[in-house]
T-cell receptor, first 116, second 112 residues
């Protein structure tokens, strides 16, 4: 079974500051890891994914994440926050490719607030 | 691009009503999923289907059923809606990539 823990239900940063959203996972097999973003009243959009290739993964909108097996972590970062980054962010894990037989397991989400 | 279309963005129903939430995907994929999203709880899997007329319970199936008569369509059914089913419901299907799911815009249901 897999599980995901996102540290911090709300994170507030100033515009232009570093964004760091934390995600730790538990998986009995090599995981596939994902970060999604959700803007108000919209569905989830894939930001980036780790599928056992490079451990540093670059995504859309300037975000990146690093897979650290020893720490069972997949933290999301962006060097300089922009007002448009304000949204809900979800980390997710799957033990299978192709969305798996049983989908993705999601964390509880982190609401990112950008202060002007 | 993958397109997942949820027919109703916003619904308001009364306790005890039967509710249908419909989802259509254009990826011709066997797998489809229904999630429920609540603040502070993230997304929780209600049901999924891996083929026409096949279904599997997810983590929170109580009070819900599903129907998959055609490959592209997956319906979530609330036989008798209750106020604790007020939530955002998200449908998803895998793309041709490696593991990710593609989501519809969501159906926000309010049960009075």
């Amino acid at each position: 079974a897999q599980s995901v823990t996102q540290l911090g239900s709300h994170v507030s940063v100033s515009e232009g500051a570093l964004v760091l959203l934390r995600c730790n996972y538990s998986s009995s097999v090599p995981p596939y890891l994902f970060w999604y973003v959700q803007y108000p009243n919209q569905g989830l959009q894939l930001l980036l994914k780790y599928t056992s290739a490079a451990t540093l993964v670059k995504g859309i909108n300037g975000f990146e994440a690093e897979f650290k097996k020893s720490e069972t972590s997949f933290h999301l970062t962006k060097p300089s926050a922009h007002m448009r980054d304000a949204a809900e962010y979800f980390c997710a894990v799957s033990a299978y490719s192709g969305g798996g037989a049983d989908g993705l397991t999601f964390g509880k989400g982190t609401h990112l607030i950008i202060q002007p | 691009d993958v397109k997942v279309t949820q027919s109703s963005r916003y619904l308001v129903k009364r306790t005890g009503e039967k509710v249908f939430l419909e989802c259509v995907q254009d990826m011709d994929h066997e797998n489809m999923f229904w999630y429920r999203q609540d603040p502070g709880l993230g997304l929780r899997l209600i049901y999924f289907s891996y083929d026409v007329k096949m279904k599997e319970k997810g983590d929170i199936p109580e009070g819900y059923s599903v129907s998959r008569e055609k490959k592209e369509r997956f319906s979530l059914i609330l036989e008798s809606a209750s106020t604790n089913q007020t939530s955002m419901y998200l449908c998803a299907t895998p793309g041709k990539g490696e593991g990710e799911l593609f989501f519809g815009e969501g159906s926000r249901l309010t049960v009075l």
